[in-house]
């Protein structure tokens, strides 16, 4: 991962009350909360030679950015604890939690049962899941206490072999100009992997019922006019050079990678990066993959000339149309 501004430094999570800076292990204050950083010097992601310590340096530095996407949401701790190349599985219960990390305690009808996830809702409880191997950040589409009112309406575009990106980016601008026409904004990032994903903002009264059928009505539209291109069923028997639009994530209980979230790949971390619609033009006509796919500090430098721009799914108001 390259550096964001200058060589990796020591410990830029908080400041260092224990330990030598440069060591494995250090106590840092991380805005009057006390966090214990341990095994730095790991090596998270093998092919490219990330440690832990520069993955926490992106996201002490990305969460001034991130953690709006993510304040009040049930997050999914997915935790690579011996990083990218190793085993991972998913956190839904925030285990081991200090008392100042929040929870968000939802009742599971499919579980019969109350899951407590993580309320990752300021830094050190950001950097504290990060310490424990969270890569990547997974908020539900609901802002709690309101679990099943969805702010958003996502559509994955995922394309089977051997379509790529770019195929998903051709996709994904043929479906900014569908839902234009029913009068809907959307904005897309990418999925930090293959794919490209695109969010209608809502922001008003909505049931995951209503979000669902209409994205499955779009994606089925969509599979309709040009089944060449795309198909809407998972079914992995039909996608061969196709790009699936993936309706099913617009569910109570299902969690979508954030935008600015690293991204567990095997061969270097790459990040869910928003794009402007006019960049997702440009790839496409210049045959360029590599511009939608960002690493850390090109995401950073970034952010810290435009902002985020992505924040529109977080404040754009807009309703389904009947």
């Not at 996407?69 to 049930?74: I, K, N, P, T, V």
């Not at 954030?258 to 210049?286: F, G, H, I, M």
């Given at each position: 991962?390259?550096?964001?501004?200058?060589?990796?430094?020591?410990?830029?999570?908080?400041?260092?009350?224990?330990?030598?800076?440069?060591?494995?292990?250090?106590?840092?204050?991380?805005?009057?909360?006390?966090?214990?950083?341990?095994?730095?010097?790991?090596?998270?992601?093998?092919?490219?030679?990330?440690?832990?310590?520069?993955?926490?340096?992106?996201?002490?530095?990305?969460?001034?950015?991130?953690?709006?996407?993510?304040?009040?949401?049930?997050?999914?701790?997915?935790?690579?604890?011996?990083?990218?190349?190793?085993?991972?599985?998913?956190?839904?219960?925030?285990?081991?939690?200090?008392?100042?990390?929040g929870?968000?305690?939802?009742?599971?009808?499919?579980?019969?049962?109350?899951?407590?996830?993580?309320?990752?809702?300021?830094?050190?409880?950001?950097?504290?899941?990060?310490?424990?191997?969270?890569?990547?950040?997974h908020?539900?589409?609901?802002?709690?206490?309101?679990?099943?009112?969805?702010?958003?309406?996502?559509?994955?575009?995922?394309?089977?072999?051997?379509?790529?990106?770019?195929?998903?980016?051709?996709?994904?601008?043929?479906?900014?100009?569908?839902?234009?026409?029913?009068?809907?904004?959307?904005?897309?990032?990418?999925?930090?992997?293959?794919?490209?994903?695109?969010?209608?903002?809502?922001?008003?009264?909505a049931?995951?019922?209503?979000?669902?059928?209409?994205?499955?009505?779009?994606?089925?539209?969509?599979?309709?006019?040009?089944?060449?291109?795309?198909?809407?069923?998972?079914?992995?028997r039909?996608?061969?050079?196709?790009?699936?639009?993936?309706?099913?994530?617009?569910?109570?209980?299902?969690?979508?990678?954030?935008?600015?979230?690293?991204?567990?790949?095997l061969?270097?971390?790459?990040?869910?990066?928003?794009?402007?619609?006019?960049?997702?033009?440009?790839?496409?006509?210049?045959g360029?993959?590599?511009?939608?796919?960002?690493g850390?500090?090109?995401?950073?430098?970034?952010?810290?000339?435009?902002?985020?721009?992505?924040?529109?799914?977080?404040?754009?108001?807009?309703?389904?149309?009947?």
């Amino acid at each position: 991962m390259r550096a964001p501004a200058g060589d990796w430094r020591d410990v830029p999570a908080g400041r260092v009350v224990r330990g030598r800076p440069g060591s494995d292990e250090v106590e840092v204050d991380v805005h009057g909360r006390r966090l214990r950083l341990t095994h730095l010097r790991k090596v998270l992601y093998p092919a490219a030679g990330t440690t832990k310590a520069q993955v926490l340096d992106y996201y002490a530095r990305i969460a001034p950015t991130l953690l709006p996407h993510l304040r009040c949401r049930a997050m999914t701790l997915k935790r690579y604890p011996d990083g990218v190349a190793g085993r991972h599985f998913y956190d839904k219960h925030c285990a081991g939690r200090p008392p100042w990390v929040g929870t968000l305690p939802m009742w599971s009808e499919r579980r019969a049962e109350e899951i407590s996830f993580c309320r990752l809702d300021d830094a050190a409880s950001l950097l504290w899941s990060v310490n424990r191997g969270n890569l990547e950040m997974h908020p539900l589409l609901s802002v709690a206490p309101d679990f099943d009112t969805p702010t958003a309406v996502v559509f994955d575009l995922d394309p089977g072999e051997p379509a790529g990106i770019l195929h998903a980016a051709e996709i994904a601008l043929l479906l900014r100009d569908m839902l234009g026409g029913v009068g809907l904004e959307s904005l897309a990032k990418s999925s930090g992997s293959r794919g490209v994903q695109v969010y209608v903002p809502l922001n008003t009264p909505a049931t995951f019922e209503a979000t669902g059928a209409f994205a499955r009505s779009v994606a089925e539209l969509m599979a309709a006019r040009i089944g060449d291109r795309v198909v809407a069923r998972v079914d992995k028997r039909l996608r061969a050079g196709k790009v699936l639009v993936d309706w099913g994530q617009n569910q109570r209980h299902k969690s979508t990678v954030a935008a600015y979230s690293l991204r567990a790949k095997l061969d270097r971390p790459t990040v869910s990066a928003p794009l402007a619609w006019d960049e997702l033009a440009a790839a496409v006509d210049a045959g360029d993959a590599a511009t939608l796919l960002p690493g850390a500090g090109d995401v950073l430098e970034r952010v810290g000339v435009d902002g985020d721009c992505f924040a529109p799914v977080l404040t754009l108001t807009q309703a389904l149309p009947a």
